[in-house]
C-alpha cells in the first residue's frame, strides 16, 4: 500500500498478519513475550494482529488486533472484536489507521462475523465513525487490578 507524507515524498506501507515476527516489547519478559506469542499464534485466524511496517525503516508504524468471538446467539454466530489500534506519532494524518481498521474488519466479515465492534474513547469517536461505525449503548469495564 502507498501513503504520501506532508513532504510528498512517497512511502510505502504494507498491511500484514504478525505472525512469526517479533517486536520489541521491554514491558514483560521475553519467556513471557514468547508464550503469549505462541499461545496467540495457537488461535489461528480467531485472533490476528495486524502491523503496517514502514519499508524504508524496518519499523512498525500501526497496529490493530481482532479476536473472533464464536457464539451460541445468532445461529451459532461470530463477532469480531478489534483491540489495541495504534499508530505511531510520527505517521498520523497517513490514513494508517483507517487501513488497519480496514483490514481488520473485512478480516471480520470473511470469518463470517455478522458484527465487527470495538471500545474507544470519546477523544476518537469521531476517528471511528470515519471508518464506518456508530455508537451504539455503553461499555462497562470491572479491573482486577
Do not use: P, W
Not at 478489534?82 to 487501513?99: C, F, M, P, W
Not at 458484527?115 to 451504539?136: P, T
Amino acid at each position: 500500500m502507498h501513503a504520501s507524507n506532508s513532504s510528498s515524498k512517497e512511502q510505502k506501507f504494507q498491511v500484514q498478519k504478525l505472525l512469526l515476527q517479533r517486536t520489541v516489547c521491554d514491558s514483560v519478559s521475553d519467556k513471557d513475550f514468547e508464550d503469549r506469542f505462541r499461545e496467540l499464534s495457537a488461535l489461528g485466524d480467531d485472533h490476528i494482529i495486524s502491523v503496517i511496517e514502514d519499508e524504508s525503516s524496518g519499523k512498525i508504524i500501526a497496529t490493530g488486533s481482532i479476536f473472533i468471538e464464536k457464539k451460541f446467539l445468532r445461529n451459532c454466530g461470530k463477532v469480531g472484536h478489534i483491540e489495541d489500534v495504534v499508530v505511531d506519532s510520527n505517521a498520523r494524518g497517513l490514513k494508517l489507521g483507517k487501513k488497519i481498521i480496514a483490514f481488520l474488519t473485512e478480516h471480520a466479515h470473511l470469518m463470517g462475523c455478522y458484527k465487527v465492534i470495538l471500545d474507544c474513547s470519546l477523544e476518537n469517536k469521531a476517528f471511528y465513525e470515519k471508518c464506518g461505525f456508530k455508537q451504539k449503548e455503553i461499555q462497562m469495564v470491572k479491573y482486577f487490578i
